[in-house]
């Protein structure tokens, strides 16, 4: 048994709220070596995708994902825009009309997410981004597809973790931080870091 | 039916300035800008963006222009997103050059790709090479191809910056011939507004208009007129 499109909602609600909580830190991360408006960005985005939640209304799990994309595209403004927008776009289209969302299907998902983030923003591993953290949130995902959705999106949490950590001696060759070129090297990626609090988000509140 | 175009930037003056500017060289063509947050703030707005585009189509497609990393990635997602069956493509070029270059080629009536092109080729200008060369070899054209020549002096001081060599890309963009200006040892591409401008020509240069094709002569009595005549400056 999987996750209901009221689990689904409920889980990006929760991934939602973490936003809030992890704000300042975002912000604070991004200002050592971006502009400092990742944190204020986001967390914009995710309050317009509570209230979206509020109104309800979703006929299967693709539908709360796919709202929850389009929001944030509309409302973040910055690059996390339109790349955590593609990354549920896609999610979205990987769950197709199914009606609860299973382990497999939730690797399925995660795994269109990294594709699109990749095609957007052109990031390779390596380049000390949020594709450092998704890439080997990913491959765990899709080595514990039968133990259900839970288990997968831990299995991601974790090594989305580990991936953004493993950003911190890295230096930049995408987004705003490769500006700085080797002084981005020994600074944690908030890119990296709000797509690990996300996915850590969804992971506590899935249930099953 | 023109080409448009879009100005995507982080900042709503940005985008309206640069859409003031294309639009001085390109009165016909539907420039919209698109700058800022919603809420007035510095950022890009996807549904500003999205309706601009909306506005800008008249039929033959659009063109967008970005300033920085996630305006072009905005940029792209709108035109993936377009829910109505315009064709729209997002250049990778220099926003200002890109801007004037592409509205100039648009105003001449240019297709889609050809504008799309005239602003991707705004970086070798920006970059200072190329300037897209073009001489008309005596040796591949001679006489009997029609090929024509005509010194002129430029009239007015300034010479051939923005917008005269804007005025001089339109005289010949509807015309069936293929023209060059030289002025010293440079010869350029007439149809191109940044190549005229990276000639550096100013008040008192003899130049060299050259033409053929089945329009030559035409092309270049339109020219010498046009370059004689001081822009009205």
């Known amino acids: ?208 | 039916m023109r080409v448009g175009l879009v100005i995507v930037s982080h900042s709503a003056a940005l985008a309206a300035g640069v859409a003031e500017l294309a639009a001085q060289m390109a009165p016909d063509v539907r420039i919209m800008p698109a700058g800022g947050t919603a809420d007035g703030g510095l950022g890009t707005d996807f549904d500003g963006v999205s309706a601009a585009l909306e506005r800008a189509d008249s039929g033959a497609g659009v063109v967008l222009l970005y300033d920085l990393g996630s305006a072009q990635m905005t940029a792209e997602l709108a035109v993936e997103s377009l829910t109505t069956p315009i064709r729209a493509i997002v250049a990778d070029a220099p926003l200002v050059e890109g801007a004037v270059a592409a509205a100039v080629c648009a105003q001449g009536g240019a297709d889609l790709d050809a504008v799309g092109s005239a602003a991707a080729m705004a970086h070798a200008f920006v970059q200072g090479e190329a300037f897209d060369e073009m001489e008309l070899d005596r040796h591949v054209y001679g006489e009997g191809d029609g090929l024509l020549e005509r010194a002129v002096v430029l009239r007015n001081e300034l010479g051939l910056h923005a917008r005269p060599a804007a005025l001089t890309a339109r005289a010949v963009a509807e015309l069936d011939a293929e023209v060059s200006i030289r002025c010293g040892d440079q010869e350029v591409d007439a149809h191109s507004v940044l190549a005229l401008m990276g000639l550096g020509a100013r008040g008192g240069d003899e130049l060299l208009v050259r033409a053929v094709g089945r329009e030559a002569r035409h092309a270049i009595d339109t020219l010498a007129e046009l370059l004689e005549s001081g822009f009205g400056e």
Request: hydrophobic share 45%; proline share 3%; aromatic share 2%.
């Open chain 1, 1 to 208: 048994m999987g996750c209901s499109v009221e689990d689904v909602t409920a889980a990006v609600r929760a991934a939602a709220e973490v936003v809030r909580e992890y704000r300042d830190e975002l912000v604070e991360l991004d200002r050592e070596i971006g502009d400092g408006d990742h944190g204020e960005n986001l967390h914009r985005g995710f309050t317009a995708v509570l209230a979206k939640l509020d109104g309800g209304g979703f006929d299967g799990p693709a539908s709360v994902l796919k709202v929850t994309a389009t929001t944030l595209i509309s409302t973040v403004g910055g690059a996390a825009g339109p790349l955590y927008g593609t990354a549920f776009l896609r999610a979205a289209t990987a769950l197709g009309d199914a009606s609860e969302v299973d382990g497999q299907l939730a690797a399925n998902a995660l795994a269109a997410a990294l594709e699109g983030v990749v095609a957007r923003g052109k990031a390779a591993p390596g380049d000390k981004t949020m594709v450092d953290a998704l890439t080997p949130a990913v491959t765990a995902a899709q080595s514990t597809v039968d133990s259900g959705v839970r288990a997968v999106l831990l299995a991601a949490a974790d090594a989305a973790e580990e991936g953004a950590a493993s950003t911190v001696p890295l230096v930049a060759r995408k987004g705003r931080a490769s500006y700085l070129g080797e002084r981005s090297a020994g600074h944690l990626d908030p890119g990296a870091r709000s797509t690990a609090v996300l996915l850590r988000a969804l992971a506590e509140a899935a249930r099953r």
